[in-house]
């Protein structure tokens, strides 16, 4: 086992390469040092006000409180640093989990838990079947990062084309005015590409939200099981020439993991299976595109996980490319239970 | 000085187990003093390995400490007995991997701990296998085709 830190290297996650009990100690003292910086200093102030020796740069006003806001924030800190690496003294990973999952049994808490009591580490689909279907017993709800990919097309758009407006219309300024800045000259285009680019991204993404009518799945019954068939209901509204539509059944790990200060998500897809594809159809205003078909979830497919940093989630993928617009997918996440227990008899 | 030898065994042999079926386990630690061992902590647990941080989940749990076993230290052979849950199943996926174990963990003096645990498998999941993502520009090459435009 290493003993020395290396100088250059970055932490993973919660490996560690040193004693766990030198890391704790090192730990508490760091946060008890900290508690007392906080008291020992706030206590000083207070005194020194009570007995009218205070600093002229500490006296009653902006600094004085300043200062006694930061002594208050390193006592709360130290002294939770304290609590919190005390209970993780003695306490193993296992003896803190079954702690944890005590305080889960409890019947108020567990109503607001994410998992059901029956299938620990499934999450609920209380948020899937709370809306009816029209023609099915339910309408899966739509989850998609577009509305933050827009976003930020839209807040990167305004933010580049503002700055860029004003170097080209200072460079514009220049030539006018016969002495021209060729430097800036040469900076601002490919300030003035990018910012095409920006204006294109953008267009491009919000006609994808609203030039793209909404895509409709409903199911005839929820949570999926491994083995069972389900019907499914799809729809497609708007006004569009469409080369392919295709829904499919997927299902994806998701890891999250530290590396250094950063957290990162990373997803890998391990099943996919296509449900239905149609291709070269026209869909009108005032006629949706509508499917019915049969959805089989795979015998041994494993179920729905959720953890907090590892997940294993199922979704129907609608997946569509119309001319002149560029491919759109919508994911509506479904949750598959273990298969029911087989009884004795088989 | 020698490191104590923790053992574990599972009373069934079955593999793999079943939602609802009883594990029995027996579990003993030896080669250690008596007075040198403060607690003893059992438990039949699910973890996480793979590409994320790890995730645990404890089924079931039992510790024991010095002074509270009437008769017996705590190095005499003892059983556990729980029924499995439901999930999370044993999956051997590709970035993510769940397994399940029985645990024995030791407290002896001067902060030190040992540890043991036996694997075994709950349900039937075979292994995943990573599928390509289909590419954005895939579609394209049907443009040919597109007689409605």
């Not at chain 1, 860029?164 to 460079?171: D, G, I, M, W």
């Not at chain 1, 897809?269 to 009108?284: A, G, L, N, T, W």
């Not at chain 2, 996926?93 to 036996?118: D, H, N, S």
Request: aromatic share 10%.
């Amino acid at each position: 086992m290493a003993r020395l830190f290396r100088l250059w290297e970055k932490k993973r996650g919660d490996r560690s390469t040193g004693s766990k009990f030198v890391g704790g100690l090192g730990e508490g003292l760091f946060f008890g040092v900290l508690f007392l910086l906080g008291s020992l200093s706030l206590a000083y102030l207070v005194a020194a006000r009570l007995l009218g020796a205070m600093p002229p740069l500490y006296q009653p006003g902006f600094g004085f409180w300043l200062m006694v806001l930061v002594m208050i924030s390193f006592m709360l800190i130290g002294g939770t640093g304290v609590v919190y690496t005390v209970l993780q003294v003695g306490a193993s990973a296992e003896r803190r989990s079954a702690m944890a999952r005590r305080a889960a049994d409890i019947e108020l808490l567990s109503d607001a838990m994410p998992s059901r009591r029956e299938y620990p580490t499934v999450p609920r689909d209380t948020n899937l079947t709370n809306s009816p279907g029209i023609r099915l017993a339910y309408r899966l709800p739509v989850t998609h990062g577009g509305p933050w990919v827009l976003f930020a097309a839209t807040a990167f758009f305004l933010v580049w084309n503002g700055i860029a407006t004003v170097l080209v219309l200072v460079v514009f300024q220049s030539h006018l005015s016969e002495r021209p800045d060729w430097f800036l000259t040469v900076l601002v285009l490919p300030f003035a590409a990018i910012g095409i680019w920006a204006t294109y991204y953008f267009v491009q993404q919000l006609l994808l939200h609203t030039g793209i009518g909404p895509t409709t799945v409903e199911i005839s019954d929820h949570p999926l099981r491994p083995g069972e068939s389900y019907q499914l209901f799809v729809s497609q509204a708007g006004r569009l020439n469409v080369k392919s539509l295709e829904l499919s059944l997927v299902c994806e790990e998701e890891t999250t993991y530290r590396q250094g200060t950063d957290i990162r998500t990373e997803r890998c897809r391990v099943y996919c299976e296509s449900i239905f594809i149609e291709r070269d159809f026209q869909i009108d205003p005032g006629k949706a595109f509508e499917c019915s078909c049969d959805l089989r979830v795979p015998d041994h497919a494993m179920h729905s996980f959720q953890a907090s940093q590892n997940a294993v989630q199922w979704m129907l993928v609608a997946r569509g490319h119309a001319a002149s617009w560029p491919v759109f997918q919508r994911c509506f996440p479904v949750v598959v239970c273990p298969a029911e227990p087989r009884g004795e008899d088989g | 000085m020698m490191e104590p030898l923790l053992s574990i065994r599972l009373r069934d042999q079955r593999h793999p187990y079943q939602p609802g079926d009883a594990l029995e386990c027996a579990y003993q630690i030896d080669a250690v003093d008596a007075a040198d061992i403060q607690s003893i902590e059992a438990s039949v647990l699910w973890h996480t390995e793979g590409k994320g941080d790890e995730d645990l989940g404890v089924h079931y749990f039992e510790r024991l400490e010095q002074g509270e076993v009437d008769g017996q230290d705590l190095r005499a052979l003892r059983v556990l007995c729980t029924v499995l849950p439901n999930s999370p199943l044993t999956y051997p996926g590709v970035t993510l991997k769940i397994r399940w174990c029985v645990r024995v963990r030791a407290f002896l003096r001067r902060g030190k701990e040992v540890f043991f645990e036996q694997p075994f498998v709950l349900g039937s999941i075979p292994p995943a296998i990573p599928v390509l993502q289909p590419e954005p520009e895939s579609d394209s090459q049907d443009d040919e085709s597109d007689g409605m435009m």
